[in-house]
């Protein structure tokens, strides 16, 4: 399955439960995105593990959900998402070490 195939299923879904009725402005993709990668900080800063015995919790689940999230907007517009990653991992391959950056 490629990540458009994946992020077609997801928005598929997201539409089925009601999520697309009204499209919604960017900044609010931006803020479900954030209140995702939140959600992980506060899992790991509560010492849960990377995923709970019964699968439902943990930060590596709240990170999952900002993928969903992510793959769902980019599906919603038609992104080409696979096209695009091919483009942008070689762009990065090409950077300079830290891009540049002295830590």
């Known amino acids: 399955m490629t ?3 994946l992020a077609d299923k ?4 997201a539409v089925a439960k009601g999520f697309w ?3 919604r402005r960017f900044p609010e993709y931006l803020t479900l995105m ?3 990668l939140s959600e992980a900080y506060e899992a790991w800063r509560d010492g849960l593990p990377a995923v709970s015995p019964e699968g ?3 930060w590596a689940i709240e990170l999952i959900d900002c993928i969903i999230v992510i793959l769902d907007v980019l599906a919603a517009h038609n992104v080409p998402i696979e096209a695009l990653m091919h ?3 070689a ?3 090409d950077r300079i070490y830290q891009h ?4």
Do not use: F, T, V, Y
């Open 87 to 89: 483009k942008k991992l």
């Open 100 to 103: 540049g950056r002295r830590i």
């Open 21 to 23: 009725q009204a499209e």
């Open 56 to 58: 439902q919790d943990g």
């Open 3 to 5: 990540l458009n195939n």
């Open 91 to 93: 762009l990065n391959k």
């Open 10 to 13: 997801i928005h598929d879904n």
């Open 34 to 36: 954030h209140s995702e």
